[in-house]
């Protein structure tokens, strides 16, 4: 069975700083998404992010950045020049291609300090 | 505006009683999804349906039930049989022909008493 793992329930990053967030997952499929997630504090889901598996180059939209390793299964979200608006909790999650479902991590709480 | 719509956004039960959350999308999506969220555990896929009249179960089906009617709306039901249905549930909606990217609702608070 598919799994996605955060291993960092909370992190913590100054103002203006760059973090990233890490997340392994699981899969035999050799085809697939990845995808990240925001919760802002309203609890509206957006999507930030998302990467094909069979793309070698790691998306970009703006300051957030995936660092993509298929080999290793990993897939950790950089974010550049971190704002107050950042501040949110993050999901990274997995859909392989053929399928609709779509599995979540159980998320990172990533606090922005001033 | 094309978005999806969740109601009420805070609901209150006593126990025993069945309640009935609200989920209605018009951005033509075929593939319709129900979680669950508590603190500590992510997001749990409640049912999910890809089509009219037709839905699955998801990983903690027990104690809810679902009706896919029309294609614009998914309304989830949380039935006395649900031991803890205290949590925050979200609706989402996407494309069929997997994966795309799925839009959530607001969600809607659910407190039993």
Known sequence: AQTVTQSQPEMSVQEAETVT???TYDTSESDYYLFWYKQPPSRQ???VIRQEAYKQQNAT???FSVNFQKAAKSFSLKISDSQLGDA???FCAYSATRDDKIIFGKGTRLHILP | DGGITQSP???FRKEGQNVTLSCEQNLNHDAMYWYRQDPGQGLRLIYYSQIVNDF???DIAEGYS???EKKESFPLTVTSAQKNPTAFYLCASSMRGGPNE???GPGTRLTVL
């Open chain 2, 102 to 104: 799925q839009f959530f």
């Open chain 2, 66 to 68: 679902v009706s896919r």
């Open chain 2, 56 to 58: 699955q179960k998801g």
């Open chain 2, 9 to 11: 956004k805070y609901l």
């Open chain 1, 61 to 63: 939209e703006n300051r």
């Open chain 1, 21 to 23: 967030l890490s997340c």
């Open chain 1, 45 to 47: 889901m957006i999507l």
């Open chain 1, 88 to 90: 949110a909790m993050y």
